[in-house]
């Protein structure tokens, strides 16, 4: 599921935390907001999230001042342990895009494997890290937003407080250490932490003073004991354009198979539909 891979600070890498700042001013922050940002930063990474999850999620599309596009997607995840972390996207809504698939495998560090499936074309595409910042099916969501980040990839600290409407958090900064693993600059997230979930994520693109992007939680209900964000929008301020993820339906430690994300089974959608919620 996309918004949590966000959650996670990856997607998530829709579903997967960062302003570039000076090294003088990152070093400049005190011990103790660098060791309380981290701690909080890993207690969202660490939160409880399922073994696995399968999920039913609607996406739409809206420009500024056009109609809006809606898809349907299936969305699955699985918990390997030991930071490998592997996820699979399936479109059956419209036709132009039924069958489209993203197959995720994130794995410990700073490496990950992606590719797609254009069922059009009969092939499956290996997406480069020179594309990260690329719009994955024209969604205001970039390639690198659906790939799960370690908590140890980024320097954290606290901002201080914030709040959402009437609900109070906590505003973690968190900066990449290596500046070229990310098409980002910086994250921003409002966490709640009652619950550890971002109730929003400012994403600064590198060399920007101002946020490109922005996600917000809308939705948050807990299933199966896990605190799930069911609606979400990832909005693009500098053109207006915005897109919303619905999840319709989820769940939670079904036992899903490796098999299922394998390149073999990204072309075959008749394996994965068994294990559709």
């Not at 495998?105 to 594309?131: F, T």
């Not at 409407?165 to 098409?183: A, E, Q, R």
């Not at 075959?268 to 294990?275: I, N, V, Y």
């Amino acid at each position: 599921m996309i918004a949590k891979g966000i959650s996670r600070g990856g997607f998530l890498s829709i579903l997967g935390l960062m302003l570039m700042f000076c090294a003088a001013r990152s070093f400049a922050l005190d011990s103790l907001s660098n060791a309380e940002g981290l701690a909080l930063a890993k207690a969202v990474y660490d939160r409880p999230n399922g073994d696995d999850f399968s999920a039913f999620v609607v996406m739409k599309l809206q420009s500024s001042n056009g109609n809006p596009r809606q898809r349907e997607l299936y969305s699955y995840g699985k918990e390997k342990g030991g930071g490998e972390r592997w996820s699979l996207m399936r479109f059956i809504k419209p036709d132009d895009v039924r069958g489209t698939g993203l197959l995720t495998q994130d794995h410990p560090g700073d490496e990950s494997d992606q590719w797609l499936y254009l069922p059009a074309l009969k092939k499956v595409r290996r997406i480069s890290s020179s594309r990260k910042g690329g719009r994955f099916v024209g969604s205001d969501f970039f390639y690198e937003d659906l790939l799960d980040r370690e908590v140890e990839m980024d320097h954290h600290f606290l901002k201080g407080k914030g709040s959402v409407g009437k609900v109070p958090c906590d505003l973690l900064v968190s900066v990449p250490k290596d500046p070229d693993n990310s098409v980002y600059s910086k994250r921003v997230s409002c966490i709640y932490s009652k619950i550890l979930v971002p109730l929003t994520v400012e994403l600064f693109e590198k060399g920007q003073d101002k946020p490109s992007k922005k996600m917000t939680a809308r939705k948050i209900k807990k299933i199966q004991g896990v605190w799930t964000i069911l609606e979400s929008t990832m909005y693009d301020l500098k053109t207006g354009h915005k897109t919303q993820l619905i999840t319709q339906k989820i769940k939670y430690d079904q036992g899903l198979p490796d098999r299922l994300f394998t390149r073999r089974d990204l072309t075959d959608t008749s394996f994965e539909k068994r294990f559709r919620p």
